[in-house]
Each structure stands twice: as C-alpha cells, then as structure tokens.
C-alpha cells in the first residue's frame, strides 16, 4: 500500500513540474488598447415620468423661492404709479420718460424670447446614419472601433498595438492610437493604469515565439478632430457607435464580455 502511494506522489509531482516547466515557457506578446469615447454633448430626454417629477420639484422650489430684484422692483414701479395717479407725487416728465420699469424690461426679454430657436437634438448625420461622424447620437456615448487585422480577417475592434522595447504600456496605447488614427484626433487619457484586460492565444500554427497575446485597455475621452489616417496609406476604416449596438461589431464573444466589464 505503501509502495503504491509512493508510485502515485513521484507520477503527480513530475506531472506538476512538467506542467510548471511547459507554463514557465510560455511567452505572451503584451498590447495596449485605448476605448475612446466621445461624450454626450447633450442630456437625455426625459420620460414622462421623469418630466413630471422635474415639473413638481420646479413648482416646489418656485413656491418656496424669495422674490427676485426684478420682481421686487416691478411692485416698487407699481406703487409709484398708484401714488402718480392719485396725484401724491409729482412728476418729471424727463426723468420719467427716461426711466425704464421692471415692465419695460420684462416685455423687451419677452420680444428677444420669441427670436430664440432651440437647435434640434438629431443632426444630419443622424439621418444618413453616418457612423464615421461624431456629429450624432448627441444623447449618447459613442466608442470607436478601428478595423485591423488578427490573423488572416479583418475585425472591427477598438485601437490596439503591440508594445515596444522601453515603452511603458500608457505610451504604448499613445502610439497606437497617433500610428492608427492619425494626429488630428486629439483626446484626453484618463490615467496611466489599465481599465481592462483581455487575452486570447494565436492559432497553433503562429506560435513559434509567442503563445498569444494580453491586452490592456486604457480609457480616453474625445476632446476634438477625427481618424485620419496616415498620407499614402489606405484610408482607415472605423466607426463610432452606441454602447448598444458594439454587440453587433464585436464578433468574438471573450473579446465583446471583456470590453462590457469596462464600459460605463
């Protein structure tokens, strides 16, 4: 009994070192991604619910509220004009013509009002669905995803690129996007450390120095321009979409579950 427990500890000891020895082998190609987002530039439109809680609060706050300077001074204009007509003060036609009431101001805001026009919430591009625009979905966060190639087909995923010797992976993600989408796109890096991580291993037969590659994705926000791609390179295919409709881009479902952990 002995003798045979003995026999089974040496089998799976020098299976563990095997297995030890095989994963200390192992080599992983280290990449930066960058998810960059533009913003909403507008806020959301209320639900009819949310309209009528808004309506509530406004007339709360509006009961509640201390009278305006504007308000105070109209019922000061109104008392002067009582006295005036019952002949109590006297007045100075000059003076008087002169001096602009809380009336006189409130009908001139009310003319300026009418010439006021609220710009629309949906833009031409919304329209022509353009996805390449960040002129749409004002409502909405928009993400882009750039067109690369893994393997041998071209997928569309969010900017990413293999690190270099020296760089640490904040410059790395830097470089991919300038190198992918061009100088014009100016954004805003949220910090040096990673939002979110991926990794994937290569086909059997692209493993000759590396067994796959770990993604670390950082996080930036659009301050201005758009991909351009580089001069005498063909054009960059991306696009910038909703948080709803990245399921429907993002084929592979490991790669799709690891970006929704990160997004907001």
Known sequence: MLRRLTQ???KHLARTQSTSAAGAKEKWD??????VERLPVVSKTLSPLERQFQDMLSHIEYENSLKSDHELK?????????????GKVQVDLDESAAKQTAQDLKDAYIEELKKFEVAPRTTADDA???????DRCLEDTLYLLVQQKLGQQQHLILPQGRRQEGESMRQTAERVLREQCGNDLQV????????????YKYPSSQRA???GAKVFFF???LRAGNVQGAKDTPAVQYEWLPKEALGQKLKNAAYADSIKKFLI
């Open 8 to 10: 089974i500890s040496a």
């Open 30 to 35: 280290l990449y930066a991604g960058v998810l």
């Open 74 to 86: 109209h019922e000061r204009d109104l008392v002067q004009m009582e006295l005036i007509k019952q």
């Open 128 to 134: 022509a669905n353009k996805t390449t625009s960040t």
């Open 188 to 199: 805003l890096f949220y910090g040096n450390a990673p939002v979110g991580f991926h990794k």
């Open 209 to 211: 120095e590396s067994v």
């Open 219 to 221: 996080r930036a926000s």
